[in-house]
């Protein structure tokens, strides 16, 4: 059975920093582009970041500058670090993989809460 499993969420304050992990299990994904998404309270998913197999990485503008992502295809994990950090960042954050376009993809994690405090 594939998982993704993220952890690290929880509550900073503004201008904090958090990482994000998922840990991916039941096969590798080493050679597909991965990501995250989040979901604010009362919006849509939104697009933050994937990254190739070749770690070629994109990024929504929102998040430029002050997120980064990256891989360790040893340990089958995707991380997210997360820098200044704001109050519209408050969402629940989701580990995906396998790119098909658009915004689709194959696997999805059940979801991590980042709270930003003012």
């Known amino acids: 059975q594939v998982q993704l499993v993220e952890s690290g969420g929880g509550l900073v304050q503004a201008g904090g920093s958090l990482r994000l992990s998922c840990a991916a299990s039941?096969?590798?994904?080493?050679?597909?582009?991965m990501g995250w998404f989040r979901q604010a309270p009362g919006k849509e998913r939104e697009f933050i970041t994937r990254i190739t197999a070749r770690e070629n990485t994109y990024y929504t503008d929102s998040v430029k500058g002050r997120f980064t992502i990256s891989r360790d295809n040893a340990k089958n994990t995707l991380y997210l670090q997360m820098n200044s950090l704001k109050p519209e960042d408050t969402a629940v954050y989701y580990c995906?993989?396998?790119?098909?376009?658009?915004?689709?993809?194959?696997?999805w994690g059940q979801g991590t809460q980042v709270t930003v405090s003012s």
């Open positions: 039941g096969r590798t994904f080493s050679s597909n582009t």
């Open positions: 995906v993989a396998i790119w098909r376009g658009n915004n689709e993809y194959d696997y």
